[in-house]
């Protein structure tokens, strides 16, 4: 019998990649899915577009591995070297292969051109090796064996990549254990905050193991749950049960601060979650935004049917513009009299919030206007700071037609970038508190001021 899948090597082929001139997202893409089915990725390795060194790393892989995914330089151009080196590694002559010219000829056909002669070298396989088929662009991938590892090359796009990696590497998978995961995703606590109230489910032996990842405010607890399948079968009903038992835990443990719905995989964003919720009330909100500079509009439209609960919004970014669209009162700023409270500020942000709501009832005219307004107005930096309110500084409100609000001032950390990013989530995370009916003092908050 073939050998299991148990370690896995992820090979990115390409000049471009080592020049540090695009960024390998295949291998991040690949070990995510290689994992979850069962496979350990133990190694990454990016190589140059030489044919020895190409040749080299997959027979190093292949050596140390019982699977390797390479990617990149399947196409027709003489930096494309993949087909020799994988010929290379295998000990075996390039031979064309009939059935994959007549695709690569097929695709151009399709799109009313004629094969180019250059990308005939497309239809070359090592003998020995397969062609797979490639649907979404000219160059099909490989797949061979050295030694005893199964080795498929795919090519670098990644909207080329994927699909093949699921019709031919997924289903030629024999992983050596079952993996079953599924998330709980947070909003608002640090993640040493997080895995300090995750406590002993955190410990390295436990199965499911439970780990975290951060991203701009949200914390991500993932729950591994694994089994060698050589030794048991059909664990499917034993890892259900692990996982809803480490999924209560976990939702205990954090309460609050947890957005992903129970009974989910979790995979969902802090957006989505916040739109489900106002479409579940049939409600509606708008955003006028300074800092973040419509960085929540595209959070919230980057989700499908996002209009059914998003309105739109304001781009507020100076103060003349704060006036005049949301009807900010001049007087507010420093400009136009000494000890006003300025643009960064409790009243600014809450008189955006306010007039956000009451500009869009105006326009969109009484029962059909909205129900909560987010506003945020903040120094992202590097400039403008003071001793007062340093970088960081931000004021996000939210305000609801019933007439509750809720205005925190927080001191975000780590560049301009990072600034608006948690100012961005922050906010959505305040409409969830609100929607959810929790609260929570959220990472970063210094003061609050509402309701
Ligand atoms: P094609 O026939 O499309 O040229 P190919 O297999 O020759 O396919 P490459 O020429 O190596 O692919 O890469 C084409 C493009 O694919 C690169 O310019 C890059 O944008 C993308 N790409 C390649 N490798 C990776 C990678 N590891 N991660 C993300 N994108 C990649
Ligand atoms: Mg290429």
Same mark, same amino acid.
């Given at each position: ?13 390409? =000049? ?6 695009? &960024? =390998? ?23 140059? =577009? ?17 699977? /390797? ?6 196409? #027709? ?48 396989? #090592? ?22 590892? =199964? ?6 796009? #990644? ?23 599924? *998330? ?12 300090? *109230? ?34 048991? &079968? ?40 916040? &739109? ?67 643009? /960064? ?24 206007? /909205? ?59 305040? &409409? ?20």
């Amino acid at each position: 019998m073939a050998q299991t899948h148990s370690r896995a090597v992820i090979v990115s082929i390409g =000049d471009e990649l080592v020049l540090g001139q695009s &960024l =390998d997202t295949n291998s991040k893409w690949l070990s995510e899915r290689l994992l979850d089915r069962g496979a350990a990725v133990i190694r990454h390795v990016t190589v140059a =577009d030489d044919v020895e060194a190409i040749a080299s790393e997959i027979g190093r892989a292949a050596a140390d591995a019982e699977l /390797v995914v390479a990617t990149g330089g399947l196409g #027709p151009t003489m930096d494309d070297l993949t087909r020799a080196a994988l010929a290379r590694a295998m000990g075996r002559e390039l031979v064309e292969d009939a059935e994959a010219l007549a695709q690569v000829r097929a695709w151009f056909e399709s799109r009313g051109r004629v094969m180019p002669e250059p990308n005939r070298v497309q239809a070359l396989r #090592p003998a020995g090796a397969v062609c797979l088929e490639n649907t979404a662009g000219t160059a099909p991938g490989l797949r061979g064996a050295v030694g005893g590892a =199964d080795v498929f090359c795919l090519p670098g796009p #990644p909207r080329e990549m994927r699909p093949m990696f699921e019709r031919f590497v997924l289903p030629a998978l024999r992983p050596a254990r079952e993996v079953r995961t599924r *998330l709980v995703r947070t909003f608002g606590l640090g993640e040493s905050r997080v895995a300090e *109230l995750l406590g002993d489910l955190m410990r390295r032996d436990r199965n499911p193991l439970v780990g975290t990842t951060a991203s701009a405010g949200v914390v991500t607890v993932r729950m591994r749950w694994e089994l060698d399948s050589a030794e048991h &079968l059909h664990g499917s009903p034993a890892a259900k049960a692990a996982l809803d038992e480490a999924d209560r835990l976990v939702r205990a443990a954090l309460g609050a601060a947890v957005f992903t719905p129970e009974g989910g995989d979790g995979e969902q964003e802090l957006a989505t979650v916040v &739109l489900h919720l106002l479409k579940a009330r049939r409600e509606r909100f708008a955003v006028a935004e300074s800092c973040t500079g419509g960085l929540i509009g595209a959070l919230v439209t980057a989700v499908p049917g996002s209009s059914a609960a998003f309105a739109g919004g304001w781009i507020t970014y100076t103060n003349a513009m704060k006036a005049a669209e949301v009807g900010v009162p001049r007087e507010m700023f420093t400009e136009a009299r000494a000890g006003a409270p300025g643009a /960064v500020s409790r009243e600014v942000a809450r008189a955006m919030a306010e007039g956000a709501l009451l500009r869009a009832a105006h326009e969109l005219g009484g029962t059909s206007g /909205v129900d909560h307004a987010l506003a945020v107005t903040g120094i992202a930096g590097p400039e403008g700071g003071s001793e007062a309110k340093p970088v960081g500084t931000v004021w996000i409100c939210r305000a609801s037609r019933e007439g509750s609000m809720d205005c925190r001032r927080f001191l975000f950390g780590g560049g301009r970038e990072s600034v608006r990013e948690w100012a961005a989530a922050t906010a959505l995370g305040m &409409l969830r508190l609100k929607l959810a009916g929790e609260d929570l003092k959220l990472h970063s908050e210094q003061e609050r001021w509402g309701e």
